[in-house]
């Protein structure tokens, strides 16, 4: 099918226009401890894959992500490592920056909920929505563990889910069965602090969010908005809107995090009472990108991506469990504040990546962790296998011995093995500069047409924010040239006709440089090895192809100089499987 009749193409052409501002974020991962690979897919990974591509496209892009670093999981890890939660957090924040980095991830700006920028934003949006009577003080009964002298916050409370009988559920949220708690219907509940039992409830005073009486607020955005989000997401946003939003409490008795302005509350700062950390966390955003502008002030204008901002298009990443709050509490916080505050577009979500059934869990070490990912393979291999099996529709399954099926044949065999056996060819027969051979045949056009089809098949996944299809559309572009390779089959036309062998291999070697431009988002790092081989390859950062470049297959001219890269992925042998099943565990 000639891609110019794809009315996919056209739809996307027209709700994306070529030249846009694309604010991009993707959930704050939590600062206790290195994330495991479900944090990875579920929010940060895509994000990039997606930024990635629109940059590609000529798109101006932003995008900013920060460790959440508020909360009681701050102190209690703190407190464990014995340190100050201040020296944790710093310290956490460059650990887990550094593994970003290391998986590739192209943040325009990786901030830090702690930011000043972040305390003073919050603190705003504190003091508007009390003017506009959305925030009140209320006394309530809290906890109160008289083995450690203070009240206890949700999450310093431990005990059983009288839901679902999980008995290490915190008091704000059980992480088996995600559903919300207050910590007075936890059975058998202890201190996280000290494990003391000797808990009793006293009163104190709070500030609560009025959600309800933003509620109808929020449904009607949601029902202008949410009608294009994933089933995923908009499904859970309405769920919390039908069940009715509850006033809540937004502040917590901790000794770090934002704390309340004394200027607008004096009793409750007098008594150290800071924000909720899921007050403050989705506000960083903003916070963050403020960070970003405040280094290049003279370029940089946060502002403009934040405020009156009609002209971005905002695009949020993240698991399942964190949607609830971004699509109901933060829009109930912004529309709270009357102020032209940028709200969400586009809410992607994503189901769990479990592991061998179990899920992933950063409090209990069960599963692979990001940076013993990266002691095992470079990030590419995890950058594709993760995107290929991106658990969109459905919670999805890691094992290993699923990961080395996806890396040896997709990108060992299709990818790798193709450019390796291509380029060791014509060094071998023509030399190590691009083969002129005979003008493209038959076959070069029906490959050219193909190949346009798939790319603009490819793209519309990509617009489409469909990862797990887009992956299958890239590879359906490697498995053409091979198609046409083992059709062609050059290293028996040479025998007979030499001029047909390198007219194959030189659209062979189109295909290369063309893969490694498509490929870019998905594996940044092997597409640049790949780019590379070429020597009238340009540095930086690749503009995208258009079908009619894609048909044509003329980017490397005849006569250009190459090189054999050493091998682009290696396979994974049943030694290796064997050594990874016992150390992470395969059950």
């Known amino acids: 099918m000639d891609w110019r009749h794809s009315s ?16 991009i974020t993707s959930a704050l991962p939590y600062i206790n401890g290195i994330k495991h690979l479900g944090n990875m897919v579920g929010s940060m990974l895509p994000a990039d894959v997606y930024s990635r591509y629109l940059r590609q496209r000529g798109h101006e892009v932003l995008y900013i992500c920060a460790t959440d670093e508020h909360g009681t999981p701050a102190e209690l890890a703190a407190k464990a490592a014995g340190q100050s939660v201040a020296d944790f957090c710093a310290e956490q924040h460059e650990a887990q920056k550094a593994i970003y980095d290391g998986f590739e991830l192209s943040f325009d700006y990786f901030g830090r909920s702690s930011s000043q920028q972040n305390r003073e934003i919050t603190q705003e949006f504190a003091r508007e929505l009390k003017a506009n009577g959305f925030i009140e ?23 059983t889910c009288p839901h679902c009988g999980y008995d290490k559920a915190r008091g704000d949220q059980c992480e088996n069965c995600t559903r919300l708690l207050d910590p007075t219907d936890l059975i058998n509940p202890r201190s996280a602090v000290s494990g003391s039992t000797e808990l009793e409830v006293r009163e104190t005073t709070h500030l609560f969010l009025l959600q309800s009486k933003l509620a109808g607020e929020v449904e009607a955005w949601i029902d202008e908005h949410g009608k294009d989000w994933p089933t995923l997401a908009s499904s859970i946003a309405r769920k919390w809107l039908t069940e009715g939003l509850n006033d809540r409490a937004i502040t917590r008795d901790l000794d770090w995090g934002v704390p309340v302005p004394a200027d607008t509350w004096p009793a409750l700062a007098a008594e150290g009472k ?3 950390v899921w ?8 916070g963050a990108t403020k960070e970003w502008s405040d280094a290049d002030p003279a370029n940089r204008d946060w502002k403009s991506w934040w405020y009156q901002a009609d002209d971005v298009r905002y695009t949020e990443f993240m698991a399942k469990d964190n949607v609830p709050f971004h699509t109901v509490m933060f829009p109930a916080t912004i529309i709270g504040t009357r102020a032209p505050w940028k709200k969400v577009d586009y809410v992607k979500a994503f189901n769990w990546l479990n592991y061998y059934g179990g899920k992933f869990s950063t409090s209990q070490q069960h599963g692979i962790f990001t940076n013993a990912a990266l002691e095992l393979l470079p990030a590419d291999y995890w950058r594709y296998f993760l995107m290929a099996n991106a658990p969109e529709s459905d919670d999805t399954s890691f094992s290993w011995e699923i990961f080395a099926a996806t890396v040896n044949k997709d990108l060992a065999d299709t990818l790798g093995n193709f450019v390796n056996r291509v380029l060791s060819f014509s060094l071998k027969r023509f030399g190590d500069t691009v083969p002129a051979g005979e003008a493209p045949g038959e076959a070069e056009q029906a490959l050219g047409t193909e190949i346009a089809g798939l790319l603009a098949e490819y793209q519309n996944h990509l617009e489409a924010l469909q990862f797990r299809k887009a992956a299958q559309a890239l590879r359906a ?18 025998k007979t006709n030499e001029a047909g062998a390198a007219l194959t291999l030189r659209t062979a070697m189109n295909l290369i440089h063309l893969y490694g431009v498509i490929s870019a988002p998905f594996i940044p790092t092997t597409s640049a090895a790949m780019r590379s081989v070429f020597a ?7 503009q995208w192809v258009s079908a009619e470049q894609a048909t044509a297959l003329d980017f490397v001219a005849a006569g250009t100089g190459f090189a054999v890269p050493p091998v682009l992925f290696a396979k994974i042998t049943d030694e290796d499987l064997a050594a990874w099943r016992e150390r992470f565990g395969a059950e």
């Open 8 to 23: 996919l193409y056209h739809q996307h052409e027209r709700e994306h226009p070529r030249m846009a501002r694309h604010l």
């Open 137 to 159: 003080e209320r006394a309530i009964r809290q906890v109160y563990s008289i083995a450690d002298g203070r009240f206890l916050p949700d999450r310093y409370i431990e005990g």
């Open 274 to 276: 800071v924000f909720y």
């Open 279 to 286: 007050f403050d966390a989705p506000i960083e955003y903003i």
């Open 477 to 494: 572009l490697w498995s053409a040239g091979n198609v046409y390779l083992e059709t062609k089959a050059p290293w028996l036309e040479i």
């Open 536 to 542: 009238s390859a340009e540095s930086g950062e690749p």
